[in-house]
């Protein structure tokens, strides 16, 4: 198995940043790809980057695409997402996720070890 542990959200105000980090221990090596998801009260879950272990590419969501930054540390099995100009559409609980194939990178339903989740607020 593999265990996700997330940190960093909180509140900030709209124009700001925050950094979230997300820690993989256990069978690490079965893991292909991270990335990072949010849920809002009453919407789907919805894609926000992807970073993958081997070549470390990554992958964005359309509506977070030149304020966020995904980056990785292999050797510390963590990766971390860099978000700036925060607005209030981006406050939602958001979740780590790791996925052992390379398929389905932009796809919740692609990610089998999943965060406990970490409220970001982004006040207007």
């Known amino acids: 198995q593999v265990q996700l542990v997330e940190s960093g959200g909180g509140l900030v105000q709209a124009g700001g940043s925050l950094r979230l980090s997300c820690a993989a221990s256990?069978?690490?090596?079965?893991?292909?790809?991270m990335g990072w998801f949010r849920q809002a009260p009453g919407k789907e879950r919805e894609f926000i980057a992807t970073i993958t272990g081997s070549g470390g590419n990554t992958y964005y969501g359309d509506s977070v695409k030149g304020r966020f930054t995904i980056s990785g540390d292999n050797a510390k099995n963590t990766v971390y997402l860099q978000m700036n100009s925060l607005k209030p559409e981006d406050t939602a609980v958001y979740f780590c996720?790791?996925?052992?194939?390379?398929?389905?990178?932009?796809?919740?339903?692609?990610?089998?070890?999943w965060g406990q989740g970490s409220q970001v607020t982004v006040s207007s």
């Open positions: 256990g069978r690490t090596f079965r893991i292909y790809a």
């Open positions: 996720a790791a996925k052992s194939s390379p398929n389905l990178l932009t796809s919740s339903s692609g990610y089998g070890y």
